[in-house]
């Protein structure tokens, strides 16, 4: 059974565990005035705006910063928070690195996609400016692009720049970009622990949607207006520990998804099965577990996606207490979204707040995931 | 909790060197290239102008074709996506399954996909569209019209394998894995943990990738990783040769269909060969290079024989990550020689990708079939271009071309490696 040692976090709520959780506590919302891009005529004005991070002076290594993408940041301050709480001596595991293991569930930054931007137009036809011309893509294109522009966009970067930081050269998982893919993050890393593949385990979820670009892709999904976009980062350093909150169940499952229509992008729909998938998978991963007195659901004010969780929760006799939902708290925060609930409901449990928790998350397109937490007597 | 052996019960693969599997393979028995100069592209301005290119993506069987349609038609077809689908259909085929998709092979919720993906690739016309019509426009607020609709769909590293489910109507773990070049064998290790412990009966698991066009070759042109041979495209992928410059971009896709051996026998599949066990492991080191000293490839193969119960002895032949660059060879070395000890003398090694190229977040899965394929036959493809061995590349690459081995091969070492640090390795068995 793999304990949570110790929570990173980097969110809209708060930069650093401490003022998350006490914001949460509070109520308090994380979304404020987006200041990112001029919001005029955008469906909405507000974002998840992670106050206070200033990368060159709060992350270890100033010259790496550079290298990196927002998402990468958030990732490694959450890392070094979530080591340093779990008290590794020197805040690394250095004495044994290919023991400890690093599972990330990460966006894809685009916003390298500027700098190519600045590239491709010096690289314009001087006589004809709409066209593009590839011989000049190395003369005058070249000065204009950073040639380590393109590795920013590596879905795997943030899980990179947190194994430099804490010098974890263990068992590795990136996963693509759902809210889910951070409690499938967090289940594949325990049981990496419990196959005795590694000791410890960073396990991540970052993600940057405040991002011009990006934020108008949530637009074709459907997510914006119903969501403000968001930012921040989880990290969980997991281990063995009889006191510490537990992870006690997993599972995850594909559900099925609205196909192609006119003004959808493929998967981006309801559920087909009303919620059937769901609701097995949440009475699976309850069965092994018990009574839950905290549910951290996946509603988030989609009425199409909202009608499959709500039905999959509901007449679960095992769910005691209230059911949750910190999006409209946090807004859409991508493949952070999931492990930032699980790492509110961790310290939540830790504080004597809630004994057992569920926390559910679901992808856009169609793949969930269930975890339920557990603090021991 | 009893675990399970995990077969291999169908392959499929879409190269530069053929459209399925068994010619993929046969080219590379052969010694054949696949890189050539680019044509899909006026590639005359870059410094590299060749590339491992795929000329005619097989068509897919009836329901399948009948799908993808449907995506084409809404401009949610991209390249890496349609490449997945041949290989997916070939091994899908291959392992028994039909146009009924998962449940023609077993209970749908006990079916998954893992696949190796990275972020889709914008094409340099669409960027190129928006840096002239839109520069000088301080929000990209206008250019949302211009958007084409599939735009997220096709950026998503999850696209292929949303498109895969459904077709095929899966109900278990459907995931996608983006650890760059071991994408697809980090996608076939997740694989066979899901298989083995009992989550899964099948798992359809590889991984794709399209990278030959312009905006991608400028990137991994500038950032000096490229070979840039023009003269000789055939003869620019020289893994430990030590006049190799750099690796070739490709593309293509590879699929394996994994199976709990129980299950497979059950209802009578064919046993193609054991996946036997898994390793991964980071560097920790830098974003684009391996460590000189081989401490990262060790530590994965290392895992993987522990997960495969395996001595090092026990391995015949190691299918390199072999990429051509300076350092990965040097690395790769390194880490077989800490590896392996005085049986590193006796080991197969050779590279798939001074063939075909390298496809990136596909190679894993492609390079697995061609070591299953070698175990199946006793035939291990040699390392095309290796004329002028690399001193500290010593070890024995089959430079002469395909060997038939005597008596045959029973363990095979896939390797792959990748930009951020991570490390994949996997074991196959012969059946």
Not at chain 1, 202 to 222: H, I, K, N, P
Not at chain 2, 223 to 240: H, I, K, T, W, Y
């Amino acid at each position: 059974m793999s304990s949570i040692l110790g929570v990173g976090l980097a969110s809209p709520l708060g930069l650093g565990n401490d003022l998350s959780i006490q914001s949460w506590i509070d109520g308090t919302t994380g979304l404020r005035r987006n200041c990112r891009w001029p919001t005029e005529g955008f469906p909405r004005e507000d974002a998840g705006l992670v106050e206070g991070f200033v990368p060159r002076k709060q992350l270890p290594d100033r010259k790496a910063v550079k290298l990196m993408s927002r998402e990468s940041q958030l990732a490694v301050f959450a890392a070094v928070e979530a080591s340093q709480r779990a008290q590794l001596e020197n805040s690394d595991c250095s004495t044994s690195p290919n023991r400890m293991g690093a599972f990330a569930a990460a966006g894809y930054e685009v916003s390298s996609l500027s700098d190519s931007e600045s590239m491709l137009a010096a690289a314009r036809d001087p006589n004809e400016p709409s066209r593009i011309l590839l011989s000049r893509l190395f003369t005058e294109g070249r000065d204009a692009y950073n040639p380590l522009s393109p590795l920013k966009i590596l879905p795997n970067m943030p899980l990179f720049h947190a194994a430099l930081a804490l010098k974890v050269q263990g068992p590795h998982l990136s996963l693509g970009s759902s809210p889910a893919a951070g409690l499938v993050a967090l289940g594949e890393a325990s049981e990496s622990i419990a196959a005795g593949d590694c000791d410890l385990a960073l396990v991540l979820g970052s993600d940057a949607q405040v991002e011009e670009f990006r934020a108008q892709l949530l637009v074709e999904a459907g997510v914006l207006p119903i969501l403000a976009p968001s930012e921040g980062a989880a990290a969980l350093l997991l281990g063995g520990d009889a006191h510490s909150p537990r992870v006690l169940a997993w599972d995850t499952a594909q559900e099925p998804i609205e196909g192609l229509s006119e003004d959808r992008v493929a998967g981006y729909g309801r559920c087909l099965d009303g919620g059937e998938t769901r609701r097995a998978l949440y009475s699976r991963v309850l069965g092994e577990s018990g009574d839950v007195d905290l549910c951290f659901s996946d509603l988030w004010g989609s009425e199409e996606r909202d009608q499959a969780e709500r039905f999959a929760l509901s007449n679960q006799p095992r769910i005691k207490g209230t059911l949750t939902s910190n999006r409209s708290r946090m807004g859409w925060l991508g493949a952070a979204q999931g492990l930032t609930d699980a790492a509110i409901a961790s310290e939540l449990l830790r504080l004597g707040r809630s004994r057992r928790a569920l926390v559910t998350a679901s992808g856009l397109a169609g793949d969930i995931a269930a975890v339920v937490l557990e603090m021991p007597t | 909790m009893t675990e399970r052996r995990v077969v291999i019960t169908g392959v499929g693969a879409v190269s530069p060197l053929g459209e399925d599997a068994a010619s993929t393979f046969e080219g590379l028995c052969l010694g054949q290239s696949g890189v050539r100069t680019i044509d899909r592209f006026d590639a005359s301005g870059f410094s590299t102008r060749f590339a491992g290119q795929i000329e005619n993506i097989p068509l897919l069987p009836g329901a399948w074709s009948e799908t993808a349609s449907r995506y084409e038609a809404a401009d949610q077809m991209d390249r890496k996506t349609r490449l997945l689908l041949s290989a997916a259909s070939e091994a899908w085929t291959q392992a028994g399954g039909d146009d009924r998709g998962a449940r023609s092979l077993g209970r749908p919720e006990r079916i998954g996909i893992c696949l190796g993906s990275e972020v889709g690739r914008k094409l340099l016309e669409e960027v190129a569209q928006r840096s002239v019509r839109f520069a000088g426009i301080p929000t990209l607020q206008p250019v949302v019209p211009h958007l084409p609709i599939g735009e997220m769909a096709r950026m998503r590293p999850s696209h292929p394998g949303h498109v895969l489910t459904s077709i095929l109507g899966t109900r278990g773990p459907n995931r996608t894995v983006s650890t760059a070049c071991t994408s697809s064998a980090g996608a076939i290790a997740e694989a066979l943990y899901l298989v083995r412990r009992g989550t899964l009966d099948i798992a359809v698991c590889g991984g794709t990738d399209a990278l030959v066009e312009a905006f991608m070759l400028s990137g991994f042109s500038l950032l000096g990783a490229l070979s840039s041979r023009n003269e000789d495209p055939q003869g620019a992928s020289r893994p430990f040769d030590r006049e190799r410059d750099g690796f070739v971009l490709s593309e293509g896709a590879g699929v394996l269909m994994l199976e709990a051996e129980e299950h497979a026998l059950a209802r009578g599949a064919p046993i193609l060969g054991y996946l036997l066990g898994a390793g991964l492991s980071n560097n920790a080191y830098r974003i684009t290079d391996s460590p000189p000293d081989g401490t990262g490839p060790m530590i994965s193969m290392n895992a993987a024989l522990d997960d495969a119960g395996l001595k090092p002895e026990a391995v015949d032949y190691v299918n390199a990550h072999g990429t051509s660059t300076q350092m990965n060879d040097l690395s790769e070395t390194r880490g077989l020689r800490r590896t392996f000890g005085a049986h590193a003398e006796r080991l197969r090694v050779s590279s798939t990708k001074s063939m075909t190229g390298h496809l990136v977040a596909a190679c894993g899965a492609v390079e697995a079939i061609a070591s299953l394929l070698s175990l199946r036959s006793g035939r291990v493809h040699g390392t095309l271009n290796l004329k002028h061995p690399d001193p500290e590349c010593d070890l024995n690459y089959l430079p002469d071309g395909c060997e038939d081995v005597a008596g045959g091969i029973g363990v095979a070492v896939s390797n792959s490696f990748g930009f951020g640090g991570c490390n994949a390795s996997i074991v196959l068995g012969a059946p």
